[in-house]
């Protein structure tokens, strides 16, 4: 059974890099794509972006000159770090998994961490 | 960015109830739609993708249909498991968006 899990600080300065790893269980990362989402009152849900096994990562316009992502295939992890970050950027963070059909395109995300939040104040 | 729209936002209904929940989107999608549960303090759960192609293990009182910016999500005999909120979500364009959600209440 495939396991999500999200880790990382849960306050953060503003000003401050926010930096959240998925531990993902019971599926190898190669071959999938790999999201972060976010939800807030304010904003609802939020796609930040997608990493492949082979680096390749798509990103939320709105949030691409603070954001990164990186994958550790030894570890079977992949990472989120969203820079200069403010009291907007207040969520709970999910990561997730987008599952890929044999014809192209993609279907939803099927599997999801149990989500942590990270509040940013001083 | 595609906008989605959901109606209505708040539903209050009854056990057994039908149920119908309305999803449109600002720019065609195909049929690239999918419809996720949520309840308070948990991560979403898919409950379709591909507009109409129901979950894995998800009951099959809920279906879905549409195609191009209409779309909708029926459950059909409404049970106390399922008031939760509903969002729905477009995979066509990036970058992906959700709809705004659509809570199921109790009468």
């Known amino acids: 059974q495939v396991h999500l899990q999200e880790s990382g600080p849960g306050l953060v300065k503003p000003s401050e890099t926010l930096s959240l790893t998925c531990s993902v269980s019971?599926?190898?990362?190669?071959?999938?794509?790999w999201n972060w989402i976010r939800q807030s009152p304010g904003k609802g849900l939020e796609w930040i972006g997608y990493?492949?096994?082979?680096?390749?990562?798509?990103?939320n316009p709105s949030l691409r000159s603070r954001v990164t992502m990186s994958i550790d295939m030894s570890k079977n992890q992949f990472s989120l770090r969203l820079t200069s970050v403010t009291a907007a950027d207040t969520a709970v963070y999910y990561c997730?998994?987008?599952?890929?059909?044999f014809g192209g395109g993609f279907d939803g995300f099927d599997m999801w961490g149990q989500g942590t939040v990270v509040t940013v104040s001083a | 960015d595609n906008q989605l729209t959901q109606s209505p936002s708040f539903l209050s209904a009854s056990v057994g109830d039908r149920v119908t929940i309305t999803c449109r989107a600002s720019?065609?999608?195909?049929?690239?739609l999918a419809w996720y549960q949520q309840k308070p303090g948990k991560a979403p759960k898919l409950l379709i993708y591909?507009?109409?192609t129901l979950q894995s293990g998800v009951p099959s009182r809920f279906s879905g249909s549409g195609s191009g910016t209409e779309f909708t999500l029926t459950i059909s005999g409404l049970q106390p498991e399922d008031f939760a909120t509903y969002y729905c979500?477009?995979?066509?364009?990036?970058?992906?968006?959700f709809g705004p959600g659509t809570k199921v209440d109790i009468k």
């Open positions: 720019q065609g999608i195909t049929n690239f």
């Open positions: 990493i492949y096994d082979s680096g390749d990562t798509n990103y």
């Open positions: 997730a998994r987008l599952m890929i059909p």
């Open positions: 979500q477009q995979i066509n364009d990036y970058p992906f968006t």
């Open positions: 019971g599926d190898s990362l190669s071959g999938e794509c």
């Open positions: 591909g507009a109409s």
